[in-house]
């Protein structure tokens, strides 16, 4: 598509700014939601770029394009993007995507990033954490429940615990104290 191929142009230029960067990366990601395969090429051509904001915004391309799908092969290739990857921006990102791939499924997306909670960086610790709220909002599940309050008692970072009560919300906010005793 030529507007996706203007703004990647226009996010290449070495002297651009770093939100000029994220909001055309966005915007490439937005115009790329639910298009799956098609949408693969430009996420490559994102991921393989030399600027971690370029990357940020292939992330987020590849999340938006499988939103909802739980494609097993779009969650494979986010947790390779995790390994690989070495700006915590985007490493954080990419397991958010998770959520954002797998919100159809809660369980899909909880045993793809239960392992990470094991990470030594707490920036894939908040990204697991989000997913888990992400993928989870309003559904009160037993298991992300149990996962948040176990970071929310053991992390000892600071915005790793935040975005746990934040996800925490998200999964609980329509639970009632029947439901969900710890509500009350």
């Not at 993007?81 to 915590?88: F, H, L, R």
Request: contains cysteine; proline residues 2%; negative net charge.
């Amino acid at each position: 598509m030529k507007v996706i191929e203007t703004l990647h142009n226009h996010a290449k230029v070495t002297d651009q700014k770093e939100k000029i960067i994220r909001g055309l990366s966005m915007a490439i990601a937005l115009i790329l939601f639910g298009r799956e395969n098609e949408a693969d090429p430009v996420v490559e051509l994102l991921l393989q770029s030399a600027d971690h904001w370029i990357r940020l915004g292939g992330v987020f391309a590849l999340g938006m394009a499988y939103a909802g799908t739980g494609y097993t092969k779009a969650i494979e290739r986010l947790l390779e993007v995790t390994v690989k990857e070495t700006s915590d921006e985007v490493r954080r990102n990419v397991v958010m995507m998770i959520g954002f791939v797998a919100f159809k499924d809660i369980d899909q997306c909880i045993d793809m990033v239960k392992p990470l909670l094991e990470s030594y960086n707490p920036h894939i610790r908040y990204g697991v954490a989000l997913a888990l709220g992400i993928a989870g909002a309003g559904t009160a599940h037993s298991r992300a429940v149990e996962m948040l309050w176990m970071l929310i008692k053991t992390d000892s970072t600071d915005y790793v615990i935040q975005g746990a009560v934040l996800s925490l919300s998200m999964l609980l906010m329509q639970a009632t104290e029947a439901d969900v005793p710890r509500v009350k």
